[in-house]
């Protein structure tokens, strides 16, 4: 492999390994805050166990995502320095702004929510929360601004003198349509995320009989115990499984919304990709099943429904869609020779993919309710194993729609300006393959422990419940390692 390979492969992997966290943060975040204003309003000790046990399960994720997030910055420079020389005076203002306003203020509340158990007014205890919450949103909107601004760049003048992209209009740059049509998708799929964590490990306790309140052998305190414990797993269920269905309902919205507004319209390339349509077409058939060429240059055999393509693209069931052999003619007079497809099956399957773990997502947390509701308790093996699946499958969504997004704008590191190949630092193969191989160990051993943590404290259960008359909120949250 060489080095422009061996350092998409490393970015890949970091990139992909980071944003496992981060939607779990975010959705988490204001899952946790809303326990917690679920305690203050009611007085239901419940609501403010729930607090606790979520809320370590969301310091977890906090803490890793942090870390696995500061490798990403070092890279633009290590491995894309032709990319950040010319870019830098545009990329790196939102950038700048996620780092010195949006992350101080989840880290800073998040602090004083840690460690204000027993010193903060419970409200403003419960305004902490809310504010790093919402602090983790402001650090999405400026990162996917970075990231919109490669998928569409705006409101910048390019420098011949200094061979750089100058800003011209900041505003543009906040409100790129790449931005506004992909932030709320990014976001619905995080509270798909959060509410299926929540819920899959709700329906985890329910099920294993932990908090199920019917034990033979068990003393009438001890029965009395595991019912407060069931009720509250039964709360968080029915909301973590709201919050993921709801969110999954956004998420169909927002990406179809996404699709006609901004990929067919400026990266149509991307969308013909997405479903292997090779030749204009009008109308355009969607392809349920494809089988390609082993280089992705043409199909052999498609199953199609006539006509959604062109919906699905532009709202119009009889509008044309332009095809990949189409726009790569047009391309190569636009911008030179070369080539300008994508990987044909990655693009294609990551789509389905991505599409398939998050309706299956919404499907296990619509059945969990069924199954559960009005006191219900299911034996059902297969819910079982779909509860242990219902935290994983949204992260399974959110991975491969990144791959699709990311994988279908190739060969463009910015697109229509500058080529991923001509934006790679001039290192050695050996270089980059140590820094590879390092990173994939590293991260491994995090792996590692964000699974012994999160196994350790989801099985650990809620924390007891608190002593007649003994303060209840009175100690902060702590991990121990």
């Known amino acids: 492999m060489n080095v422009l390979d061996l350092s998409r492969w490393q970015f890949g992997i970091t990139t992909v390994y980071h944003f ?141 003198k200094t061979h750089q992209d100058d800003l011209s209009s900041f505003a543009a740059v906040l409100f790129n349509p790449a931005q506004l049509a992909g932030f709320p998708h990014v976001i619905a799929g995080c509270f798909l995320t959060g509410g299926s964590l929540v819920a899959g490990v709700a329906l985890w306790h329910l099920m294993r009989g932990r908090a199920s309140g019917h034990n033979a052998d068990s003393t009438d305190s001890a029965d009395s115990a595991a019912s407060a414990e069931a009720a509250a797993f039964r709360s968080a269920l029915k909301a973590g499984g709201i919050t993921a269905i709801a969110a999954a309902v956004v998420v169909v919205a927002t990406g179809d919304i996404q699709g006609k507004l901004f990929t067919t319209r400026y990266q149509p390339m991307k969308m013909a990709a997405a479903e292997a349509l090779y030749h204009t077409a009008k109308p355009a058939p969607f392809s349920l099943f494809t089988i390609g060429s082993l280089n992705g240059s043409h199909a052999i055999f498609s199953l199609d429904i006539p006509r959604i393509l062109s919906f699905l693209a532009t709202g119009n069931f009889s509008a044309q869609v332009q095809g990949i052999d189409n726009l790569q003619q047009q391309y190569a007079q636009i911008y030179g020779p070369g080539s300008y497809t994508p990987i044909i099956p990655v693009t294609y399957w990551s789509f389905r993919l991505m599409i398939g773990a998050g309706l299956l997502a919404a499907l296990i947390a619509l059945v969990a309710l069924w199954a559960t509701r009005k006191g219900r308790l299911p034996t059902s093996r297969v819910l079982l194993w779909g509860g242990i699946a219902l935290p994983l499958l949204p992260l399974l969504g959110n991975t491969f729609g990144w791959i699709m997004t990311e994988m279908g704008r190739q060969p463009w590191l910015v697109y229509g300006q500058l080529k991923t190949a001509a934006g790679v630092s001039a290192n050695s193969a050996g270089e980059v393959l140590t820094s590879l191989i390092i990173f994939t160990l590293l991260y491994g051993t995090l792996a590692v422990i964000e699974a012994g943590l999160m196994l350790k404290y989801i099985k650990a259960g809620l924390p007891g419940e608190p002593e007649p008359g003994a303060p209840t909120a009175d100690q902060p949250l702590e991990l121990v390692y």
Not at 102 to 108: H, K, N, P, V, Y
Request: include cysteine; charge should be positive; proline fraction near 4%.
């Open 20 to 160: 496992l966290f981060v939607p779990i943060t975010i959705g988490l975040g204001f899952l946790v805050a809303g326990f917690e204003t679920g305690w203050l309003r009611t007085g239901n000790d419940r609501w403010l166990r729930l607090t606790k046990f979520y809320g370590k399960l969301f310091l977890i994720n906090f803490a890793l995502g942090v870390v696995t997030g500061i490798v990403q910055e070092f890279q633009f420079g290590m491995n894309w320095s032709a990319y950040s020389r010319l870019v830098g005076n545009i990329f790196g203002a939102p950038l700048a702004i996620e780092a010195l306003l949006a992350f101080f203020l989840e880290s800073t509340f998040l602090g004083l929510w840690i460690f204000g158990w027993d010193r903060l007014p419970p409200k403003v205890h419960n305004a902490c929360m809310w504010l790093a919450a919402t602090g983790t949103l402001l650090s999405a909107y400026f990162i996917l601004t970075a990231n919109a601004w490669m998928q569409h760049p705006v409101g910048y003048v390019y420098n011949p």
